[in-house]
């Protein structure tokens, strides 16, 4: 059993310009201790995935569709005090952008501490202790505790950030583009460092990004996602070593390979379509250079073409 299963979500934010159906129909599953990686450019439905399985959808958001299945049971049919025991405590998220969410009035510490004093009902002295102590585990002197946030880089504000979601010592972690206002090296530092704990405290990661060279670093699986939907999704070797669809080949070629150093990254033409009126057929034909009639009108679904890699595209496997 895998420890969490997303089966056919749907997740539609009902706007007063039209229905945007940010995520439309997608599955894919992560075993216990794993890194699954989800991946796609900006607009394609990757945080309102992560949003919909933390349960955290605000109007005018609404799952419409699918199962949320964790540790066997489906979080999509929990009472609000069931999820609030799951929430943080198995399952903790790294927000987009979060490392800037600090409040700069107040001491990193007692940022952590507020949060620890949230979800445990220990003293402030136990969770001061507790926030030291997980600064340590993220490579913090617990020291700097005491210092307010515009006194910790970017990469240190990442890690506290790390440590935050750790605090309730969770079964998965979602990271939502934890590294991306990072540079390079504080990027690969911040990796290395969530690998680490990954090992360590046997966690599941599920990581979000634009930048498949740092899903390419950390993950075991990866799903791509285009448009509200998955069109290619394998386990990692596999689908860096031969991506199949179009969209995934021309990501991976969007940023500087690691199997291929040498090679100028060249961006894909034009962009994501608006999710209120996608394009019929595969939403992604108006900028493939392959597309075909047939890839204007009819949807193409997932197929495996070996060894549990799937794609959805009308040009492979058939
Ligand atoms: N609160 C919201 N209200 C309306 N539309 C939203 C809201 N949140 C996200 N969307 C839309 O849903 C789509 C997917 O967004 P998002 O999940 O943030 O994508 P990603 O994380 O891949 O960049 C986008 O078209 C975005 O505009
Ligand atoms: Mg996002």
């Given at each position: 059993m895998s420890l969490l299963e997303v089966n056919n979500l749907k997740t539609y934010f009902y706007t007063l310009r039209g229905v945007v159906r940010?995520?439309?129909?997608?599955?894919?599953?992560?075993?216990?201790?794993?890194?699954?990686?989800?991946?796609?450019?900006?607009?394609?439905g990757k945080s309102t995935t992560a949003l919909s399985i933390m349960g955290l959808i605000k109007d005018p958001g609404k799952i419409v569709d699918g199962e949320i299945v964790f540790e066997g049971e489906d979080l999509l049919k929990k009472t609000k005090e069931e999820l609030n025991q799951i929430r943080w405590k198995k399952i903790s998220m790294i927000f987009q952008g979060a490392m800037n969410a600090f409040n700069p009035v107040h001491r990193v510490g007692d940022q952590i501490v507020e949060a620890i004093l949230y979800h445990e009902n220990i003293s402030r002295e136990e969770a001061w202790e507790k926030a030291e102590k997980l600064l340590e585990m993220v490579g913090i002197d617990p020291s700097r505790a005491k210092n307010y946030p515009h006194e910790f880089s970017g990469g240190?504000?990442?890690?506290?950030?790390?440590?935050?979601?750790?605090?309730?010592?969770?079964?998965?972690?979602?990271?939502?583009?934890?590294?991306?206002a990072l540079d390079v090296i504080v990027q690969k530092q911040v990796l290395d460092l969530m690998k680490e704990l990954q090992k360590k405290l046997k966690l599941s990661i599920m990581l979000i990004s634009h930048d498949l060279s740092v899903i390419a670093q950390m993950c075991d699986s990866v799903a791509i996602m285009y448009a509200g939907k998955i069109v290619e999704y394998a386990d990692a070797i596999s689908?860096?070593?031969?991506?199949?669809?179009?969209?995934?080949?021309?990501?991976?070629?969007?940023?500087?390979?690691?199997?291929?150093?040498?090679?100028?990254?060249?961006?894909?033409?034009?962009?994501?379509?608006?999710?209120?009126?996608?394009?019929?057929?595969?939403?992604?034909?108006?900028?493939?250079?392959?597309?075909?009639?047939?890839?204007?009108?009819?949807?193409?679904?997932?197929?495996?073409?070996?060894?549990?890699?799937?794609?959805?595209?009308?040009?492979?496997?058939?």
């Open positions: 940010a995520v439309d129909g997608i599955s894919f599953h992560i075993d216990e201790g794993m890194a699954f990686g989800l991946a796609g450019e900006s607009g394609c240190m504000k990442q890690r506290a950030m790390i440590a935050m979601a750790l605090s309730c010592n969770p079964k998965l972690v979602i990271a939502d583009e934890p590294t991306t689908l860096f070593k031969e991506p199949q669809h179009p969209y995934s080949k021309g990501l991976i070629n969007s940023f500087p390979n690691i199997l291929n150093p040498g090679k100028k990254p060249e961006s894909i033409p034009g962009q994501p379509p608006s999710l209120i009126n996608p394009p019929p057929g595969c939403r992604f034909h108006p900028r493939c250079p392959f597309a075909t009639d047939k890839c204007r009108e009819v949807e193409p679904h997932l197929v495996n073409i070996g060894n549990k890699h799937f794609v959805a595209c009308h040009l492979i496997g058939g």
